[in-house]
């Protein structure tokens, strides 16, 4: 049994502010689905996102079962991002059932980036399957004709990174250099380096980045450790 909803982009701390205008669908949450598919299908498909969306090799990814919303004609989801349901999530998975339907388009954005992703179909027995970071904005567009009826699975990233090495020797030499110049014989004492991703407090850990700054943040990481500095994850605003 589905029940309609409408949730806000817009979040109080951990509470959701209802609003048909953000949002209208319908929903069955997953306490109420029995929803199986073959392993090794499932692993090889993650296995393939994981690889696309820039995790690390050392990582697993697994997929939770979240709910099955079911788009009518009329229906959509404005711009909004998806809040941090379970530790170590990172983004957000979308399988398309072989529902015919027209519209419905899944857009997400990246800061300058844009990626449209149609689901639409009359005939069509297969999947779709779409992965995001959970800080990217995303939205569905307005259901033309038909139903849109998606499983949304909450990605969670296991990663085991402390056990592998990391080594950037121009990073090295370059932090070196920048922390033995001095202006006016005042040596620096910070560098701040901005990351492409966006972080809650759960979610900033070494362990869990996304994307290329996985990578980034580890090669500080290791060549700090190596000169002697500091080096620490912190929320901007």
């Known amino acids: 049994k589905a029940k309609n909803i409408y949730y806000s982009a817009e979040r109080l701390k951990e509470k959701t502010l ?14 109420q689905l029995t929803v199986k598919f073959q ?28 709910n099955l919303l079911i788009y009518e004609p009329g229906q959509f989801f404005k711009p909004h991002q998806d809040s941090e349901k379970l530790v170590n ?9 072989p529902s015919p339907h027209i519209g419905g388009d899944l857009i997400v954005h990246h800061r300058q980036d844009k990626k449209v992703l149609k689901s639409e179909n009359i005939d069509f027995p297969e999947l779709h399957c779409f992965a995001f970071y959970s800080d990217c904005q995303h939205e569905i567009k307005k259901v033309r004709q038909g139903y849109r009826v998606t499983l949304t699975y909450n990605l969670v990233l296991e990663n085991n ?14 932090l070196k250099n920048y922390f033995e110049s001095s202006n006016d014989d ?15 407090e759960h979610s900033l850990r ?17 060549a700090a450790k190596k000169l002697n500095l500091k080096a620490h994850l912190t929320l901007v605003e």
């Open 18 to 31: 209802l609003d048909k205008v953000v949002r209208d669908t319908y929903e069955i949450p997953a306490n």
């Open 39 to 66: 392993d090794e299908a499932m692993q090889s498909m993650l296995s393939t996102m994981q690889r696309k969306m820039g995790l690390s090799e050392h990582a697993r990814l697994t997929a939770h079962l979240h």
């Open 89 to 97: 999530m990172i983004g957000t998975l979308v399988i398309v059932l």
């Open 161 to 174: 990174d402390e056990q592998h090495h990391y080594q950037n020797n121009k990073l090295e030499k370059a």
């Open 186 to 200: 005042v040596a620096p004492i910070e560098l701040i380096y901005f990351l492409d991703h966006e972080y809650s």
């Open 206 to 222: 070494w362990n869990i980045l996304k994307g290329n700054d996985h990578d980034v943040a580890l090669d500080f990481l290791a």
